[in-house]
């Protein structure tokens, strides 16, 4: 028999505790921080190609990072700033990546979100929406050949991926497979310009896990404490073998889907919506209400924020650019195969 959560009550697992909350606000900060200073350096014309920000979402990516563990593996997409921080990646490659440096991730071949390090367990993002999902459980897979079964593996995606082929494969052999996957879907209520009513006719996303034989859950993406409870006990069901796992968080894209993009067909209205809310702001609120923040200390943190950003931002651009003429790039998968082929 399928198990369907949604709407359940459950036994969420603790995972808002004072100090993990605070952790996971700190990354929501540091991610909102950085991805500013990047659309000024866009505008300024200082870095090229797209700025792609997370502005709205920063709470259910945050809560995602923090909560996988070192030996898991991580597959951030397009908004996942705040994530990645979360998880590890130092704040320096941001900056890196975004000016071409040659000692980023790329070596300056790529300049904004295809970056990643899978030897620290996160995986390089994919544009083609869906297809991080079969790399997530590829490596999962791979473990599991090795007989390791300690990690979980987790990626997200927005509502309009969910309806690519890429999306309905992998996350049908992960179910086949039961992996220990999470999938959050974060529905910002546009795919690009299309509104959730072009895209999908149930009346929640959710609705398609028991579709898969996955579970599923909902969750409130503009609220830190509610993405810390329930994507907390998704990884938890996860880790304990009953197979992927499905949260769909619900909030409202705060930004065009890029800065050169003025977002003039979305719906304004939405923003007076609690969709609207800023995920930012509503972890500010909730911090003082709780007493854990006072006005004082959050201007501190912002402050530390902005200056931790500052320095990174200029170390990076004091590195050297990606040259050339002396780059040892090889389009192989490794030198060893190239240089096999070139033997033949």
């Keep these: 028999m399928l198990e369907t959560l949604k709407g359940a009550r459950r036994n969420l697992v603790s995972s808002a505790s004072r100090e993990r909350y605070i952790d996971a606000f700190h990354w929501m900060l540091l991610g909102r921080t950085a991805e500013e200073k990047l659309v000024s350096l866009w505008r300024a014309g200082k870095i090229s190609g797209g700025v792609y920000l997370g502005k709205g979402q920063e709470a259910i990516s945050s809560a995602l990072g923090v909560l996988l563990k070192s030996g898991d593996i991580f597959g951030p997409l397009i908004r996942d700033q705040a994530g990645r921080l979360a998880f590890g990646e130092p704040l320096i490659d941001v900056f890196r990546h975004h000016f071409g440096s ?14 990643g390090n899978p030897r620290k367990g996160y995986q390089a993002m994919i544009s083609h929406l869906g297809s991080l999902i079969s790399v997530v459980a590829g490596a999962l897979l791979a473990r599991r050949f090795k007989g390791d079964t300690s990690a979980i593996g987790a990626t997200t995606i927005g509502d309009g991926g969910t309806s690519t082929g890429a999306f309905h494969e992998a996350i049908n052999m992960a179910a086949v497979e039961k992996l220990p996957l999470v999938v959050v879907v974060v529905n910002n209520q546009y795919a690009f310009s299309t509104p959730n009513s ?8 959710v609705d398609r896990a028991i579709g ?11 609220s830190l404490r509610d993405c810390l409870e329930v994507v ?18 619900s909030c409202l894209r705060l ?13 304004k209205s939405l923003y007076q919506t609690p969709l609207g809310h800023d995920c930012l702001r509503v972890a500010e609120n909730y911090l003082q ?24 931002a200029a170390d990076a651009q004091r590195e050297p650019l990606a040259d050339p003429s002396t780059e040892t790039w090889c389009p192989y998968a490794t030198q060893r195969i190239a240089d096999a082929l070139l033997v033949r």
């Design 289 to 312: 209400e709780r007493e854990w923040a006072d006005q004082a200390l959050l201007e501190n943190w912002r402050k530390s924020a902005k200056e931790q950003v500052e320095e990174a």
């Design 212 to 222: 898969y034989g996955v579970e599923g859950h909902s969750v409130d993406a503009t």
């Design 198 to 205: 072009r895209q999908f006719a149930c009346s929640d996303l």
């Design 102 to 115: 040659s000692t980023g991730l790329s070596r300056g071949r790529d300049g904004n979100v295809h970056r």
């Design 255 to 267: 930004t065009g889907h890029a800065e050169h993009d003025d977002a003039f067909y979305m719906d």
């Design 232 to 249: 907390g006990y998704a990884t938890e069901r996860a880790r304990a073998g009953h197979g992927p796992q499905m949260v769909v968080g």
